[in-house]
């Protein structure tokens, strides 16, 4: 999770696919595909809805031994600004994932930081936790977790984190402005691809 949200009326959609390895659910079993959309409205408000599919995993195989659909899960998230970064104070959100349904990919967190440029390059910080707050089939951020991005001119970031379970890199480079490729090593060892579109409503 990010302190930023989506400015009023911006969006993104996209794909992504994590190896099995690094998966959120049915780690070591099956990869991991997400597809998701994710809007910006109202002063400071971001709203995103994900289907994450597991391929070969079949849903209620426990209660149907011979089902043929594949497990999937729905959720939705919010993300709410409470201040904006000015001066020495750095910017603060607060957000909710997967609010309702199974909560498989449940958090509650708070999250800040804020952003400098060093030269050419542009540096992001940010730190945040995640508590208990709700009951949940699993919690995907569990207690302290933090970011660095470094903005690499002209289209491409580079990022370090820790995501309160282990330590993730990843790459995204923005070819054509609207367009996002993206590439990480989750827990520095499965590798993770995505492709993303934004834009203005």
């Known amino acids: 999770p990010h302190w ?3 400015p009023d009326r911006h969006t993104e959609f996209g794909y992504g696919r994590v190896a099995a390895g690094g998966a959120w659910d049915n780690r070591g079993r099956a990869p991991n595909e997400v597809w ?3 809007v910006g409205f109202l002063p400071r408000t971001e709203v995103g809805l994900r289907w994450t599919v597991m391929p070969g995993v079949k849903a209620f195989e426990s209660v149907v031994p011979d089902s043929r659909l594949t497990d999937a899960d729905r959720m939705l998230s919010a993300r709410f600004a409470v201040l904006e970064p000015s001066g020495w104070r750095p910017g603060l959100a607060i957000g909710v994932e997967d609010a309702s349904g199974t909560r498989r990919f449940h958090s509650t967190y708070a999250v800040a930081g804020a952003s400098g440029s060093i030269r050419s390059l542009r540096l992001s910080l940010a730190g945040g936790y995640a508590p208990r707050a709700f009951s949940a089939t699993r919690h995907v951020l569990d207690g ?3 970011a660095a991005e470094v903005a690499l001119p002209p289209r491409a970031r580079i990022l ?3 995501d309160s379970e282990k330590w993730n890199a990843g790459f995204g480079l923005s070819p054509l402005g609207h367009l996002k490729l993206r590439a990480a090593w989750i827990d520095l060892r ?5 492709i993303g579109w934004s834009m203005q409503l």
């Open 190 to 194: 499965h590798p993770a691809v995505g």
């Open 36 to 38: 998701y959309a994710t």
């Open 144 to 146: 302290a977790f933090g």
């Open 4 to 6: 930023r949200v989506l």
């Open 160 to 162: 370090v984190e820790h």
